[in-house]
């Protein structure tokens, strides 16, 4: 039983780091980012590619991992802002059908881009960035790779650590939102755009700078992801993606740690639903859970019910 | 186009069976094995790969040898994996031993559910029908998640990509059960050289002498017919009885292959290419 | 009535001329050529020209974003081919329940969520697409993972279409009467009956919903049940030309209804030009043709359609025959009926 | 050239007069909506009468919009009652106060932009159209009939408001003040019985507005009651028959526009208490800053002239 938790609370880590991107997206700019799940797919690429393109990295073991998450989470950053440029800041007062479509055709610029360069069939995760080689972890630190009992289940070290990780990210991000001055600046933007325009914020900087965060934290996902699974493949964006909306949107879309809470609810919601039902069920659980959400608490579990002034 | 020789994975070539049988081409599926390819064979449809029976019955076999009690079966739900793992699960129930079933999603990565399933049922073996990208991921999830029995996957997972995936440390007790390989041929390789020089320098694939016989055969009952009109090969293939790289070449009146399907076992555990281990024979 | 030359050069004239050129060109192929790849292309195009028009009725004209269109193309196909091929009915017979399939699955997704902002249904509709691929790749009487297959073509009485027809001498096989029969389904359904839809009350209705929800309430316009018929009709049409293509391919599989095929019909009705029957038109007849020409030139198709979208959405959101479109020689006639009495000479007339 | 008076019932063949008109077409009582801590609208009462011009008038924030948002039904109001034509309408979703023949128009003007001037109007026309969809798709009779008629009654109704464009043109193409126009004709479309002006001067020139007051007049006399908010005080003055003044959310004086002007609450919440004047919650006078040099006495409002010629030069002082 607590071992499908802890199956749970893993899975809903990685669900929680990419619906934060998804929220604070959304709340800032009222966009569904659908590019967003190839984002996180993207920075695994770039992890991947940076494994085994730097010289010597092998040798480093865990510190491997540590740098190509650092280099994945600047550039997938990078990536962010630039689609935000060039995509959506032109439509960024176009009907809101167009700018969904727009993010509906960067998807598939992402994805099959990313399969015109590195070819269709999945990508082994390179043996050095792996987090589950017992050889990648520090003579001292061997328990990274072995498995460790807790109440009754167990979960390698490695997944200890992603979920550290994690937690670490998110609690990061909200004292940046919560307590400096860009952080208001972006709660600001969410509440009304022309008025914080008015208090002289800078609004396309501060929103360049959410996508930023938010791709760099789904490029950390995304080589997490790599480091303990380690196969990737184009198109695994997409599926997980769409969970981290649901994620999102169970949690209470545009609220940061309803993205959290939201995706360790999905990644338990999942764990039992496919421990009683089967495996091939899964993704459909996902889906009756977003449209259970959305009909019955729109505004998901700590989502507050804004009026929807005229 | 006189004939058509080819079809890897069942779920595709089935819907293409009545628009070859329309234009009246026989057809020769040299490597997809789904029972359901020949269930109404209207006499066009030729299995040169050992069908899911003939696989699941080897995996019997190599079950009994090992006595295994507590098996566990997971498939990915595409028509091959389905097939093989329904039919091995009726053959293993036949035999009174414990089977629990599962199965994954394919293109999904977490399999943490399917795991604890095995472990909680305490199984010793589990048997996998799906494909590489999956096989790879479950062998990975399975072994880091304390499960200790022995793994035998299906011949849609032979490729040295699981071993990659999974790590080959992970793969001391995986077997899988499979047809000949070039590599198995006891010629000392010359057709592994032949290939390399007309395929400008490329190894043969895990299937090319299943192709190769496949165009062989069809070839041989052409010849016999001496003509290449649809019915007279078809009625000069049921009588094929030729020697090919996979063995005797001869087929059932239902169209699949006739003998044990040649399945053999094949483990990738020294260098994470499969080798042939034991030919149960 | 005027003559016909100026009836022609009018905005409607030439609606109605290109109209009745593309339906001479239609039923003129057969005539040049029978091989049955071109027959049976033409006959998928059409089939995407009804469905790029029925997703128009959802996304043009009622705004409303649906990216699991293809759950109802396979609602029809499925329920078209489990009653053709598990119970022996008719095509013919299937066809009430095809249209209450869909309508059922268009009120279990539609009801709940049309309440809510048009995103999130853009993301609920994604997920129903994928909740019908996935059940019917679990379902046994949906076939499991290899589907329904051998589905029979239409059928009346004794006769079906495979038996072929002699008409004056000319005999025409399956595979032509189909490609005319799906060709006349599509003119009456498709490009007769939506514009008529669209320029009645209803028609009216959607659009004032997509321009401005809350006006249209305010002008009496029940928004919720507004967006509710123009997703179940779009949810009907599409589960005909599932039932169309069912006949036409004879065999369906999960793997045919992937959210790509959404995504497809998505991009005919933006690129074509959102709420436009010739623009949809142009954008289905592109996306079904393109892939096949472009079949050994671009190997990575898709990605070529992530770029098309986009460059479409940043540089011609209106499409390439866009529904406002004034067409040029016509637009001169129109600027000279504008009013030339500056607003002061009206204001102190009234 | 103004047009003959024809009462428009006769012309809708779709929409046979069913209820008698009751005295009082609207009332609201003790209203009340907050967003979050803001009180918007805290207690309001106030009431319609049949083919009454009433001007609500307030400075900005005193509630207006939102309490008219209330009535239309686009917020639900925290508590309070509101009653149209004997009927509570507090649940009732806007499109159904619309049917019931309550039409407004909006603070900036939200017209259809990708529609033709006449399908917008014809939208109006949407509630009371007996036609289903069934008929559109087949072009049946009834089709052709109630498409006519709406044609028909959109014209008029164009007509009626003074607009003699091109109607196939769209109606961003307009200028502003011909664009109020249509906004008031698609409202009277609606064939209602009371109509809520939300600014209809806002942005108007001179002329323009008195085309306005002319136009209000005549849709009372079609017997429609019409409610304006509006700042321009000279139009207000000259063409309402009460005038309720709101402040902080609630209702401070309803009454005939000359007891209105001498009000003092109204003055006050205008124009601010000035230091001379007793303040109405009797606070110690002695507490002001002696130094402080006084304020100048507050000017009264501008004398409202017969015609509203004279006020457009010296604008209300706000």
């Given amino acids: 039983m607590t071992q499908i938790i802890l199956n749970g609370l893993f899975v809903g880590s990685f669900y929680a780091l990419i619906a934060l991107g998804y929220s604070m997206v959304y709340g800032i700019i009222k966009l569904l980012n659908f590019a967003h799940g190839d984002i996180f797919m993207f920075g695994a690429y770039i992890g991947m590619t940076c494994l085994t393109v730097i010289p010597g990295i092998g040798s480093l073991g865990i510190g491997a991992i540590a740098i190509v998450l650092l280099i994945s989470a600047l550039l997938t950053g990078a990536t962010g802002v630039l ?64 498995r460790i009992d807790i109440l009754g289940g167990s979960l390698t070290g490695a997944q200890l650590v992603l979920m550290a990780l994690a937690v670490v990210l998110m609690a990061v991000l909200a004292l940046y939102i919560g307590k400096t001055r860009e952080g208001r600046a972006m709660r600001a933007i969410a509440l009304d755009k022309r008025a914080a325009t008015l208090m002289g914020i800078n609004v396309n900087a501060t929103i360049s700078r959410v996508f930023f965060i938010g791709s760099a934290l789904a490029g950390v996902a995304g080589v997490m992801h790599g480091a303990y699974y380690s196969s990737i493949t184009f198109l695994m964006g997409f599926l997980l993606g769409l969970k981290a909306f649901t994620a999102a949107v169970i949690g209470g879309i545009g609220n940061l740690y309803g993205a959290m809470l939201g995706g360790l609810t999905l990644g338990l919601l999942e764990a039992f639903g496919t421990a009683w039902f089967g495996g091939e069920w899964k993704d459909v ?26 | 186009m006189v004939a058509s020789v080819g079809g890897y994975c069942s779920g595709s070539t089935l819907p293409t069976l009545p628009i070859f049988d329309s234009a009246k081409i026989p057809q020769l599926i040299s490597v997809a094995n789904s029972d359901n390819l020949i269930k109404d064979n209207t006499g066009n449809v030729w299995l040169l790969d050992g069908t899911g029976e003939q696989q699941a019955s080897t ?13 566990a079966v997971i498939d990915d739900k595409t028509d091959y994996s389905a097939n093989l793992a329904t039919r091995f699960t009726a053959k293993a129930k036949e035999a009174g031993l414990t089977v629990t079933t599962d199965s994954l999603t394919p293109k999904e990565s977490d399999f943490s559910a399917q795991v604890t399933k095995v472990k909680s049922a305490g199984a010793d073996f589990v048997y996998f029908t799906g ?5 790879g991921l479950l062998v990975k999830q399975l072994v880091e998640g304390g499960y200790t029995g022995s793994i035998l996957l299906g011949d849609g997972s032979v490729d040295a990509k699981v071993a990659e995936i999974a790590g080959l440390a992970n793969c001391k007790n995986v077997y899988a059960t499979y047809t000949k390989t070039p590599d198995m041929l006891d010629d000392g390789g010359a057709f592994a050289e032949k290939y390399k020089a007309i395929s400008g320098g490329t190894e043969p694939g895990p299937y090319t002498i299943h192709s190769y016989d496949t165009v062989k055969t069809w070839a041989d009952a052409a010849t016999r017919a001496g003509s290449v009109d649809q019915a007279a090969v078809n009625e000069a293939l049921k009588s094929t009885n030729l020697a090919g790289l996979t063995g005797q070449i001869q087929f059932t009146d239902d169209g699949s292959r006739a003998g044990e399907g040649g399945f053999v076992i094949v483990s990738n555990q020294d260098d994470g290419t499969f080798k042939l281990y034991d030919a149960l024979s | 009535m005027e003559s016909l030359k100026t009836y022609f050069s009018g905005q409607r004239g030439v609606y109605h001329g290109i109209a009745i050129a593309v339906v001479v060109a239609v039923f003129a192929l057969p005539f040049i050529t029978i091989d049955a790849y071109t027959i049976q292309l033409a006959t998928q195009a059409l089939i995407y020209v009804l469905l790029a028009l029925g997703l128009n009725v959802v996304v043009g004209y009622a705004g409303l974003l649906d990216l699991g269109y293809v759950a109802f193309y396979a609602v029809g196909a499925y329920t078209s081919g489990i009653l053709t091929t598990r119970l022996g009915w008719p095509m013919w ?61 239409w059928s009346f009485g004794s006769w079906s279409f495979n038996d072929g027809l002699t008409v004056g001498g000319l005999f025409f096989n399956g595979k032509i009467l189909l490609y005319y029969f799906v060709a006349i389904v599509v003119m009456v359904l498709g490009l007769i009956g939506i514009p008529r839809l669209a320029n009645g009350r ?60 959404s995504a497809l019909v998505l991009m005919a009705v933006v690129i074509g030009g959102m709420g436009s029957v010739p623009g949809v038109v142009l954008g289905a007849l592109f996306i079904t043709l393109a892939p096949e020409l472009l079949r050994d030139v671009w190997e990575n198709r898709s990605l070529m359609f992530g770029i098309l979208l986009l460059a479409v959405m940043l540089f011609r959101p209106k499409g390439l025959w866009p529904a406002t479109s004034i067409l040029p020689w016509s637009r001169d006639k129109h600027r000279a009926k504008v009013d030339t009495k500056p607003a002061q000479a009206r204001a102190e007339e009234v | 050239m103004s047009l003959p008076m024809i009462d428009p019932s006769a012309l809708l063949t779709t929409h046979p007069e069913a209820v008698p008109r009751p005295e009082t077409l609207l009332e609201v009582k003790n209203l009340r909506l907050a967003f979050g801590g803001v009180v918007a609208v805290d207690g309001l009462n106030m009431n319609v009468h049949r083919g009454e011009i009433v001007s609500v008038i307030g400075p900005n924030g005193a509630g207006k919009t939102s309490a008219f948002n209330c009535i239309t039904g686009f917020y639900r ?119 809520l002006l939300d600014e209809p001067a806002a942005g108007l020139n001179h002329t323009e507005k008195r085309g ?24 207000v003055m000259d063409i309402s028959e009460r005038i309720i003044v709101l402040n902080y959310g609630k209702e401070i004086a309803d009454g005939a526009p000359d007891d209105i002007r001498a009000n003092p609450l109204v003055i006050e919440a205008y124009l601010g208490a000035g230091d001379d004047e007793e303040p109405a919650d009797g606070a110690d006078q002695a507490s002001a800053d002696p130094g402080q040099p006084l304020p100048p006495a507050p000017p009264s409002l501008p004398e409202a002239s017969a015609t509203a010629d004279r006020s457009d030069g010296g604008e209300a002082r706000r």
């Fill in chain 3, 93 to 153: 017979a299937t066809i009430p329940a095809v249209v209450a399939a869909c309508v059922l699955a268009g009120v279990v997704i539609g009801g709940p969520t049309l309440r809510l902002r048009s995103d999130y249904l853009a993301i609920v509709t994604l997920g129903f697409g994928e909740i019908i691929r996935v059940t019917a790749q679990n379902l046994s009487i949906t076939g499991g993972p290899s589907g329904i297959f051998g589905i029979p073509t």
């Fill in chain 2, 59 to 71: 995996a019997m076999k190599w079950v009994e040898k090992n006595s295994f009690k507590n098996l």
């Fill in chain 1, 83 to 146: 689609i935000e440029t060039l995509a959506y800041r032109p439509l960024r007062s176009a009907p809101r059908l167009s700018v969904l479509i727009t993010a509906v055709g960067m998807s598939f610029l992402l994805e099959y881009g990313v399969r015109q360069i590195w070819g269709p069939d999945p990508q082994p995760w390179p043996q050095a960035g792996r987090l589950t080689e017992a050889a990648n972890w520090p003579a001292g630190l061997q328990w990274g790779a072995q």
């Fill in chain 4, 212 to 235: 306005l007051v002319d136009l209000i007049r005549r849709v009372r006399d079609l017997d429609i009651a019409v409610v304006l908010i509006e700042h321009d005080m000279g139009l």
């Fill in chain 2, 131 to 135: 494909y590489v990208q999956e096989a």
């Fill in chain 3, 202 to 261: 209803l028609g009216r209705a959607w659009r004032a919903v997509r321009d401005d929800e809350d006006a249209a309430e305010a002008m009496g316009v029940n928004t919720y049940t507004t967006k509710i018929t123009a997703y179940i009709i779009g949810a009907v049409w599409a589960g005909l030309a599932g039932q169309l293509n069912a006949s036409l391919i004879t065999t369906i599989s999960p793997t045919s209804f992937q959210f790509l095929q």
């Fill in chain 4, 77 to 195: 109001p925290d508590s309070g009652e509101i009653a149209f034509m004997g009927k509570s309408i507090i649940r009732t979703r806007p499109s159904k106060i619309t049917r019931m023949g309550m039409a407004r128009t909006f603070q900036n003007l939200r017209l259809f932009s990708d529609m033709s001037i006449l399908d917008n109007v014809r939208t109006g026309a949407h509630a009371h159209l007996r036609q289903h969809w069934f008929d559109a798709f087949l072009h049946t009779p009834a089709y052709r009939k109630t498409e006519r008629a709406c044609e028909e009654d959109a014209r008029y109704w164009l007509d009626f408001v003074g607009f003699t464009g091109d109607t196939l043109l769209y109606v961003t193409q307009l200028p502003y003040g011909e664009q109020r126009r249509v906004e008031i004709a698609r409202a009277l479309a609606t064939n209602p019985k009371l109509l």
């Fill in chain 1, 285 to 310: 659980f996902a889906f009756v859970f977003l449209i259970a959400f959305l009909t019955l608490r729109p505004t998901g579990i700590l989502g507050e019910r804004v009026v929807e002034r005229m």
